[in-house]
Structure formats: C-alpha cells, structure tokens
C-alpha cells in the first residue's frame, strides 16, 4: 500500500471514530500520532499496511521498546493500531484481524499521586494571595476551589462557559470527554468562592459592553485564541501557588488535585460508582485505582504505628 492509502486508512479511520464514538480532541490527536509513526515504520520496511501479519506488528513493537519508549507508549501505540485493523476487518479492507491476539506490554500499575487535605488546605490557602491585583485573587482562588470541589479535568475547568455558573447554582453541568454531559455539585466555599469572581467578572463583562464589545462566553476569559484560560497557563499558575504554599512544585499538577478529590471522597466514605459519575469515568475500573491508594495509606498507617509492626 503506498504512502497515500495508509494516510486514507488512518484519515477515514479517525473521521469514523470522532463521529462514531464521540472520541475526544486529544484522543484523536494521540489515535494520529501513533498511527502514523506506524505508517512510517512500515513504509521505511516496504510493507504494506493492508497486507501486514501479526509478526510484523510484534515486530514493530519490539522496534518501539528498542528505541526505548516507555511501556505506557508502548501499550497505547497497540491500542491505536488494534483499533484500527479491528476498524480495516469491519469495514472489509482486510479479511482478517492480525492485531486482535497480540497482548503487548499492558500498562504500569502505579498509585497515582495524590496530597493530604493539609496540603490541600494550604494551596488554597496560597491561592488566595496569589495574584497581582484583587481580580486575579478572586479568579486563582476560584480556580482552586472548583478544581477541589468537583475533580474537573483541567481542559473542562478552564473551559467552563459563564452560562453554567450563573444564579449561584448548587451544581452545574459539564461537558466532559466525548462531548458527554454529567452533573457535579458545588461545596459552600466553591460557590463563595465562584460568587467572588463572578463580580469582577460582571465589572469586565460591563467595560466591555460599554466599549461595544461582547462580553466573554467563558467564565475563565483569556485574550488566546480558544477565548479561555489555556491549560498550560492554569499549570504554570498552580505551580506558583504550590511554591508560596511551601508545597514541592514538582508533586502538583491539576491532575494531582483531582485525585485528591477522588481519594478525599472515598476516605470519607463516599460510595466507588457515585465517584465515578463525578469524575466522569466511563468505566469503573478506572475508578478503582483510588481504592488501591487508599488500602496503601491504611497499610502505611499500620506499619508506622502498630506496635507488633516495630522490628
């Protein structure tokens, strides 16, 4: 298959899974990229991707582990090429499936990072005083504060349109990966929080309109291109507050602050598929890694200060 087919498959492939299963921006930007570093090493070989083996594909993953890359690349480059021939036999590109039996490497199972709601308290806390006028106070602290209460993804807290926080709302709905919508609720100080930044907000809103320009459609406005606070700035911002908070800036991400929230929830007792919802997980396998972090803290708990565990 030339060079022109591949990219067909791979273009056509793509097409049918943003339509088909709603599939994510960024997923579709990682399913591309796998695929055509894939392409490539079969053009470099000679092969022809309609006529690969499953040898061929073992070798190709032999190849990704020989350049070093990690067992988590490793496993979703499989993934990406899987779906794709499972997509090629559907379709009847092919008469059979040469990826569905290959196992691969599988993923690390690691414990994701997570903080104490100390820790948690004091980057709010810093959040408070981070900022070089009273606005951006208001906007850090209201950042911080729905991040922790609701376990939002990054990319759907800076995103969050203004019309889904408007009237002091015990919860708001948010549109989450694939397009798919849930409900999350707000704790009291998240909407104190929201309610102190929705008044500069209005007062920029109003400038605005008095200038004849339209008021922004985001709760977090930027002057970027999509029109909102961008993820790296929210990154770099949360790495400022972790340093005034006297935190390790290298142990804090947004991520990091949701897994808190999940961990928090579950130590309090919360039920597994009530978190999943809340995360907007949509299976509750994923889910479970919190009870692993969880059974790790109690085992360290047990260990620090059991006296039969003292050697």
Known sequence: MAGADAQRWIVTFLEASAAESGAARNTQLAYGRDL?????WAARGGLDIAGLTRNDIEAYLVHCEAEGLAQSTRARRLSSIRQLFRF??????R?????????????????????????VEALLAAARETGRSAGERARNTCLMELLYATGLRVSELVSLPVAAVMGDPRMILVRGKGGKE???????????????????WQAEAEALRARRLPAPRFLFPSRGRAGHFSRVGFYLLLKEIALRAGLDPARISPHVLRHAFATHLLAGGAD??????????ADVSTTEIYTH?????????VLDHHPLSKP
């Open 182 to 200: 849930r409900m999350v609720p707000l704790s009291a100080p998240a909407r104190t929080a929201l309610a102190a930044w929705l008044e500069h």
């Open 95 to 119: 008469a059979d499936d040469p990826a569905s039996r290959i196992t691969g490497p599988g993923k690390s199972k690691h414990l994701p990072a997570t903080l104490s709601p100390a820790e």
């Open 36 to 40: 055509r570093a894939f392409a490539d």
């Open 272 to 281: 597994l598929r009530a978190i999943q919802t809340l995360l907007g997980h």
């Open 88 to 93: 090629a036999y559907a379709e009847g590109w």
């Open 293 to 301: 972090v969880l059974e790790a803290r109690l085992k360290s708990l």
